[in-house]
């Protein structure tokens, strides 16, 4: 089992829909662009290859890992700076700078990269063995061995269900409070082989522990709750024809998407019955285009793309 401490970057991420992106958020060459994603930097390169000379990218994660990443762009190029912490003080940066109600672009890559998922030493693997960690902020907060350790049965079965959609959550939570009675669960192929007994109806082509680990990832990460909040800042943040691309991986992380740009460009919930135009529903949002997935020549090279879903908004 390798240190988490480990530097993993030299793991590769192929950014999704690279392509669609840039077409999605029209990078204007002056403009202000926010990577609340960066990952490694896939998308935030091909954008600053877009920006002119007075053009500015603004990066955030909270892993520490993509933030040394970043760093490292940030001596190479004046254009671009980073911030480390979730993607929900969005408003905050923005705010700080001065640059409230100026932002041309947002971009939000949903979810772990694939140097998160590749080094075991981060404990999101079911395949290979590692500390059960799960945390994109490896520095902060539970693991998801800690969280396991003390979570009642019925919390883990909701979380189950809630962000694995697993329908065998009850008794996979049960298996799991049976056996850290008998011994601490401490690893990821330990957690894998607990479920794998316990779940009894495997999906074909996939792991029996592939929902679980989701559910268990996004509870620890407080994904969807943050997915919620930054989408709610964008609003305030961009600038008139300002774009937010969101690329989610999970049909919850879209729903979530797709809901609140749904809202946004009905405007505000008023009673039917009320005579007031369009406009006086005081829309914050248009949609551009529908939802998009990648392409085969795409798929055959990223299997990471197959399941990404791309949405465009523009900032009435
Ligand atoms: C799919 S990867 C992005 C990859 C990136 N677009 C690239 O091309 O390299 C998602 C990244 O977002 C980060 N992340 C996920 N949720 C976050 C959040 N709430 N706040 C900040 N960063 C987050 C993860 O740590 C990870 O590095």
Aim: some cysteine.
């Amino acid at each position: 089992m390798r240190d988490s401490k480990t530097n993993n970057n030299n793991l590769k991420h192929a950014p999704v829909l690279l392509t669609e992106v840039l077409e999605g958020l029209r990078i204007k060459a002056d403009g202000v662009y926010v990577d609340g994603t960066f990952g490694r930097g896939g998308h935030a390169r091909a954008i600053l290859e877009k920006l002119g000379p007075t053009g500015q990218l603004i990066g955030l994660d909270k892993d520490p890992q993509a933030i040394e990443a970043g760093q490292a762009l940030v001596k190479q190029d004046e254009r671009f700076s980073i911030e480390r912490g979730s993607f929900t003080m969005l408003e905050t940066v923005i705010k700080n700078r001065g640059l409230e109600g100026k932002v041309d672009g947002i971009l939000l890559d949903l979810g772990v990269s694939s140097p998160q998922l590749d080094d075991p030493s981060r404990g999101f693997s079911f395949i290979n063995d590692g500390p059960l960690d799960m945390r994109m902020d490896n520095e902060n907060g539970l693991s998801a061995a800690q969280w396991l350790a003390c979570a009642k049965e019925r919390e883990i079965s909701q979380v189950l269900f809630d962000y694995g959609e697993e329908r065998h959550g009850k008794r996979i939570a049960r298996a799991i409070c049976k056996a850290r009675e008998e011994q601490e669960i401490t690893t990821t192929l330990q957690l894998a082989a607990i479920i794998s007994d316990a779940n009894p109806s495997h999906e074909k082509h996939k792991h029996p522990a592939t929902r679980s680990f989701q559910a268990i990832r996004i509870f620890i990460n407080a994904e969807l709750d943050d997915v919620s909040s930054v989408l709610k800042q964008s609003v305030n943040v961009l600038a008139e024809g300002g774009r937010l691309a969101v690329i989610s991986f999970h049909s919850l992380e879209d729903r979530i998407a797709k809901r609140f740009i749904r809202k946004q460009v009905k405007g505000d919930d008023l009673p039917r019955h009320l005579p007031v135009t369009v406009d006086q529903l005081n829309p914050k949002f248009r949609s551009i285009g529908k939802a998009i997935r990648a392409g085969d020549e795409e798929l055959s090279t990223n299997p990471r793309a197959r399941s990404a879903v791309l949405r465009i908004a523009e900032k009435l």
